[in-house]
């Protein structure tokens, strides 16, 4: 009922920046959390930063003040703006959402790569 689809990932050198989007469409009802979780090959998929519905934002340790997390209501779609990005940022970002009717439903991935 509720599917997410995400975009915004690419190459960009370190110190770059890169705006990751996801689109949540559907009929999602009661809106709880928003946000992207990371994963790079043999290691655990980690936070990278969730909105709750009362506008809080965490962001993951690694974060540093580097990346911005926002959502647009209106548009049911979520913004990750990455900024100074590091090799170490390297993974594939997932877009997910969490509502009281659906549960909690996950994009398909887009992968970042930061490289020289």
């Known amino acids: 009922q509720v599917q997410l689809v995400e975009s915004g990932g690419g190459l960009v050198q370190p110190g770059g920046s890169l705006r990751l989007s996801c689109a949540v469409s559907?009929?999602?009802?009661?809106?709880?959390?928003m946000g992207w979780y990371r994963q790079e090959p043999d290691k655990e998929r980690e936070l990278v930063a969730v909105?709750?519905?009362?506008?809080?934002?965490n962001y993951g340790n690694f974060v540093k003040g580097r990346f911005t997390l926002s959502r647009d209501a209106a548009k049911n779609t979520a913004y990750l703006q990455m900024n100074s990005l590091k090799p170490e940022d390297t993974a594939v970002y997932y877009c997910?959402?969490?509502?009281?009717?659906?549960?909690?439903?996950w994009g398909q991935g887009t992968q970042v790569t930061v490289s020289s």
């Open positions: 909105i709750s519905s009362d506008g809080n934002i």
């Open positions: 997910y959402a969490n509502h009281q009717l659906q549960g909690t439903t």
């Open positions: 559907g009929r999602p009802f009661g809106f709880v959390s």
